[in-house]
């Protein structure tokens, strides 16, 4: 029962959250999300504007092959930015890396900047539309025609996984 009560008043909080503008939804988008291949990423407040960090990676069929191992044998801390097309950076780890740099726009619930995307080294102009408190869309497009979007939702405080793998 009690917590249930607590569930509507986070209800209730984000209601007002949303009907209050970009401060809020700002703060809305702050916090852990589950991207579609089950990693995670931190958005906060940085000098930028809101800035996204790997905060959980999944190793993947992609790292095995890319490492020519077993997917239980690699270890979080040598997965890097292999993919960066500045050789000086290819040794930075994967994990805690910025994604992404966002800014506020004239939709509250909308915010744009740069998504830099590991997989191939690139980095695209992008979007992140609040589609409620508890999940998002990001869009990264190529050249303002070739796009590509993701849902993410909201990892709860009680499910925060400090496991990497």
Known sequence: M????????????????????????????????????????????????LCGKLSKIVITEQHSKQYGVQAESIRIEDITDVFNKDPQKRDRPMLGLQILTLKATDNPWR???????????????????????????????ALYVLCQEQTWTRVPMNELDTATK
């Open 2 to 49: 009690i917590s249930r009560a607590i569930a509507t008043f986070t209800t209730i909080g984000t209601a007002f959250a949303l009907a209050s503008g970009s401060a809020s939804a700002a703060a809305l988008i702050e916090g852990v999300w589950q991207t579609p291949d089950q990693a995670q990423m931190t958005i906060e407040q940085c000098e930028a504007g």
């Open 111 to 141: 915010f744009e900047g740069e998504i830099y995307n590991p997989q191939d080294g690139n980095t695209y102009t992008g979007e992140i539309k609040v589609r409620d408190a508890d999940s998002i869309v990001l869009k990264g497009c």
